[in-house]
């Protein structure tokens, strides 16, 4: 059973186009992340979600559109892509106590603009 | 701002040898969490091990355990009789208590020689 699984897990895609990465997660947690990994393999956060609500938005630019229909849900849009967006984004989930709880990460979806 | 450091881009170990991986970070706060987490080639982020900072032992896990510095701000991670399946980078972690943003440096690229 996948604790976190995100769809698709690669993704090829023109400049410009717009495109959507989903998240789920069955462990029950009260928070989800979105971090980028860059061609460099640097982890950064984008967002993270508290029980549908953002709580942290990392000076990401606005094409990209986090919405999360419920606390188990999670999903990523992005609008008119660039070169630059190229890289591997990781869908994550917590307890959300605030207590450094493990963060449990999905595979990753490697996003790839052309 | 939190900042997590790395200073060992690349290390190599033999096979059954035990190997030490460095981390320091900066942070301002006194209670906080400290991890490291292994992302071998599918990409897979997996938690080793996991530090609170008001503990003064040093967390184990099996063959992975870490030695914990707190006035040095110094978290490194041995890892002991070491596996070719211990091959992968290797990323350490830091979080504020009451702060949901993990902090990543920059990675180790671990390589095992049989």
């Known amino acids: 059973d996948t604790a976190v699984s995100q769809t698709p897990k690669y993704l090829v895609t023109q400049m410009g186009n717009d495109k959507s990465i989903k998240c789920e997660q069955n462990?029950?947690?009260?928070?989800m992340y979105w971090y980028k990994q860059d061609s460099k393999k640097f982890l950064k956060i984008m967002f993270s979600y508290n029980n549908k609500e953002l709580i942290i938005n990392e000076t990401v630019p606005n094409r990209f559109s986090p919405k999360s229909p419920d606390k188990a849900h999670l999903n990523l849009h992005i609008n008119s892509l660039e070169l630059g967006d190229s890289a591997v984004y990781f869908c994550?989930?917590?307890?959300?106590?605030?207590?450094?709880?493990?963060?449990?990460f999905g595979e990753g979806s490697w996003l790839t603009v052309v | 701002a939190q900042t997590v450091t790395q200073s060992q881009p690349e290390m190599s170990v033999q096979e059954a040898e035990t190997v030490t991986l460095s981390c320091t970070y900066d942070t301002s706060e006194s209670d906080y969490y400290l991890f490291w987490y292994k992302q071998p080639p599918s990409r897979q982020m997996i938690l080793v091990i996991r530090?609170?900072?008001?503990?003064?032992q040093n967390a184990t896990e099996n063959r992975f355990s870490v030695n914990f510095q707190k006035a040095a701000k110094s978290f490194s991670l041995k890892i002991s009789d070491s596996q070719l399946g211990d091959a992968a980078m290797y990323f350490c972690?830091?979080?504020?208590?009451?702060?949901?943003?993990?902090?990543f440096g920059t990675g180790t690229r671990l390589t095992i020689i049989p």
């Open positions: 530090q609170e900072a008001y503990k003064q």
């Open positions: 994550a989930s917590s307890q959300g106590d605030r207590r450094g709880n493990t963060i449990y």
């Open positions: 972690a830091h979080t504020n208590f009451g702060n949901e943003k993990l902090t």
């Open positions: 462990l029950g947690h009260d928070t």
